[in-house]
């Protein structure tokens, strides 16, 4: 039994080696069909022993699914010999939106700006690209252009011409650091879009600015009523000397001119000297006519009756017409000289038909004609001869408590 025993170990380790044997002979006959292969996998580097026959099992053995945009080289089908390099480049997708209008597209480009270039977009210096042209590709990867334009600047007056992608004029004046004030305006709506066919901004500067000048001040002229000098004649007093005034004024300027002048204050520096001219009332000597001496007692002179030359005639047609309250007075009374305004003496002229006016209403000189009273000589003035107020002229005490007060119509002829 030992010796069966022994005999079925020898058969069986003669099993065994002869085994090992055709294992080994095939995986060395394998390995020799065997070859070197290089792979670049999306810029990874490998290097691998095959025995595929063509370079999709190649890539397939290493887990690579070739799609349909991705580039492979040699081509898939493409048998495989010693020392092959094969490469393969994964496709991505890539969405790229100019100015709102998009495209998509698929790349094996690792840069946006290779992307660009393959799909013969050209970008100028003052475009705006998101990401920026260096950033690597990623996939579904959105690539946003937003093109420059030139845009006309009129800012004061002064015009120039920059580049610019934005949308707004708002945005526009931000981004060029363009600064207003709350006085300057930009002509038309600041939401409103720039494009390329459109693109002015025009700014009007505003500014308000205070100027200081001081102006010389007229002097008035004050005519005072001179009762010793003769009508129509005139005195200088005074002569008029001009003062200065400061005044202050408000401009507004747009784009640097003159658009509004305001006078906004005003100061007397030092006050002008009125010129002062008296102006002659004293009306011309009345001619009067004397009248019949009559005989006193003991064969004395006569006195004189006076007149004027009108007489006491009727109401005359013509003449400015109005109503006066008048009084009377005499040469005798209270603190009265009998000396009139205008240089009649009436204590030696008794009769003379004269009344007292204000000259602002009546000038002194003037031809008058009195209801009740007659034609008289506008030859006197009164501290109570105000407006439409006369005062007759009586030759007794009693004619004028006769005369008393009342309103009479008077026509003032010359």
């Given at each position: 039994?030992?010796?069966?025993?022994?005999?079925?170990?020898?058969?069986?380790?003669?099993?065994?080696?002869?085994?090992?044997?055709?294992?080994?002979?095939?995986?060395?006959?394998?390995?020799?069909?065997?070859?070197?292969?290089?792979?670049?996998?999306?810029?990874?580097?490998?290097?691998?022993?095959?025995?595929?026959?063509?370079?999709?099992?190649?890539?397939?053995?290493?887990?690579?699914?070739?799609?349909?945009?991705?580039?492979?080289?040699?081509?898939?089908?493409?048998?495989?010999?010693?020392?092959?390099?094969?490469?393969?480049?994964?496709?991505?997708?890539?969405?790229?939106?100019?100015?709102?209008?998009?495209?998509?597209?698929?790349?094996?480009?690792?840069t946006v700006n290779d992307v660009l270039k393959t799909a013969e977009i050209e970008v100028t210096t003052h475009d705006e690209v998101e990401p920026?042209?260096?950033?690597?590709?990623?996939?579904?990867?959105?690539?946003?252009?937003?093109?420059?334009?030139?845009?006309?600047?009129?800012?004061?007056?002064?015009?120039?011409?920059?580049?610019?992608?934005?949308?707004?004029?708002?945005?526009?004046?931000?981004?060029?650091?363009?600064?207003?004030?709350?006085?300057?305006?930009?002509?038309?709506?600041?939401?409103?879009?720039?494009?390329?066919?459109?693109?002015?901004?025009?700014?009007?500067?505003?500014?308000?600015?205070?100027?200081?000048?001081?102006?010389?001040?007229?002097?008035?002229?004050?005519?005072?009523?001179?009762?010793?000098?003769?009508?129509?004649?005139?005195?200088?007093?005074?002569?008029?000397?001009?003062?200065?005034?400061?005044?202050?004024?408000?401009?507004?300027?747009?784009?640097?001119?003159?658009?509004?002048?305001?006078?906004?204050?005003?100061?007397?520096?030092?006050?002008?000297?009125?010129?002062?001219?008296?102006?002659?009332?004293?009306?011309?000597?009345?001619?009067?006519?004397?009248?019949?001496?009559?005989?006193?007692?003991?064969?004395?002179?006569?006195?004189?009756?006076?007149?004027?030359?009108?007489?006491?005639?009727?109401?005359?047609?013509?003449?400015?017409?109005?109503?006066?309250?008048?009084?009377?007075?005499?040469?005798?009374?209270?603190?009265?000289?009998?000396?009139?305004?205008?240089?009649?003496?009436?204590?030696?002229?008794?009769?003379?038909?004269?009344?007292?006016?204000?000259?602002?209403?009546?000038?002194?000189?003037?031809?008058?004609?009195?209801?009740?009273?007659?034609?008289?000589?506008?030859?006197?003035?009164?501290?109570?001869?105000?407006?439409?107020?006369?005062?007759?002229?009586?030759?007794?005490?009693?004619?004028?408590?006769?005369?008393?007060?009342?309103?009479?119509?008077?026509?003032?002829?010359?």
């Amino acid at each position: 039994m030992f010796q069966k025993n022994t005999k079925g170990m020898r058969i069986a380790i003669l099993f065994v080696a002869m085994a090992l044997f055709v294992t080994t002979t095939s995986l060395v006959l394998i390995d020799g069909k065997k070859k070197n292969v290089s792979l670049d996998l999306n810029g990874k580097q490998v290097e691998v022993r095959t025995a595929a026959a063509t370079v999709g099992e190649v890539l397939a053995a290493n887990d690579v699914e070739v799609q349909k945009h991705d580039i492979v080289e040699p081509a898939a089908d493409t048998p495989i010999t010693a020392d092959t390099d094969i490469k393969w480049q994964q496709a991505k997708k890539v969405t790229i939106d100019i100015d709102g209008k998009t495209q998509e597209l698929w790349t094996t480009d690792r840069t946006v700006n290779d992307v660009l270039k393959t799909a013969e977009i050209e970008v100028t210096t003052h475009d705006e690209v998101e990401p920026a042209l260096a950033a690597k590709v990623t996939d579904n990867q959105p690539i946003t252009i937003a093109k420059a334009f030139p845009v006309t600047v009129k800012d004061g007056g002064k015009e120039r011409t920059v580049w610019s992608t934005q949308t707004t004029v708002r945005q526009f004046l931000t981004d060029q650091n363009i600064r207003l004030s709350n006085l300057d305006k930009v002509e038309g709506d600041t939401k409103a879009k720039l494009t390329a066919s459109n693109a002015v901004v025009n700014i009007a500067r505003v500014e308000k600015v205070t100027d200081v000048v001081e102006e010389s001040a007229n002097f008035k002229v004050k005519r005072k009523t001179d009762m010793t000098m003769l009508k129509g004649k005139e005195k200088v007093v005074t002569e008029g000397k001009k003062g200065k005034v400061q005044k202050k004024f408000q401009i507004t300027k747009k784009n640097g001119k003159i658009v509004s002048r305001e006078l906004v204050g005003k100061t007397m520096v030092e006050e002008p000297t009125h010129k002062v001219v008296h102006v002659g009332a004293k009306a011309p000597k009345v001619e009067v006519a004397a009248a019949p001496a009559k005989a006193k007692s003991g064969g004395t002179s006569a006195s004189s009756q006076v007149a004027v030359s009108r007489g006491s005639g009727s109401e005359p047609s013509g003449g400015k017409e109005f109503y006066a309250n008048a009084s009377a007075y005499t040469a005798y009374c209270t603190g009265c000289s009998g000396i009139t305004a205008t240089g009649i003496n009436l204590r030696a002229n008794p009769n003379m038909k004269l009344i007292a006016v204000d000259p602002r209403v009546i000038p002194l000189g003037s031809k008058v004609w009195v209801e009740g009273y007659g034609y008289a000589i506008a030859g006197d003035t009164g501290g109570a001869i105000k407006g439409n107020r006369i005062d007759l002229h009586m030759p007794t005490k009693e004619a004028a408590y006769n005369f008393g007060r009342r309103q009479v119509k008077i026509k003032v002829i010359n």
